[in-house]
């Protein structure tokens, strides 16, 4: 997801870079959207690794 999210920066920038503001704009929306959702899912991934990375204590 968060290639994704490098890619639309990518062509946003050059869509920028070539002077067409409102595609430009679009695809750095969107790379802003993909890359929120990664660091979402990021969170959840790492409170989960640690809720059940511990076994029980004998």
């Known amino acids: 997801m968060l290639s994704w999210a ?3 920066l990518v062509i946003a920038l050059i869509a920028a ?3 067409f503001g409102g ?3 679009a695809a750095a929306g969107i ?3 993909l890359f ?3 660091l ?3 969170v959840i991934s ?3 690794h640690v809720v059940k990375g511990r ?3 004998v």
Do not use: E, Q, R
């Open 6 to 8: 490098l890619v639309f």
């Open 17 to 19: 870079f070539l002077g």
């Open 23 to 25: 595609l430009a704009g």
């Open 31 to 33: 790379a802003k959207i």
């Open 36 to 38: 929120f959702v990664f």
């Open 40 to 42: 979402v899912l990021l």
């Open 46 to 48: 790492l409170i989960m």
């Open 55 to 57: 076994g029980p204590s």
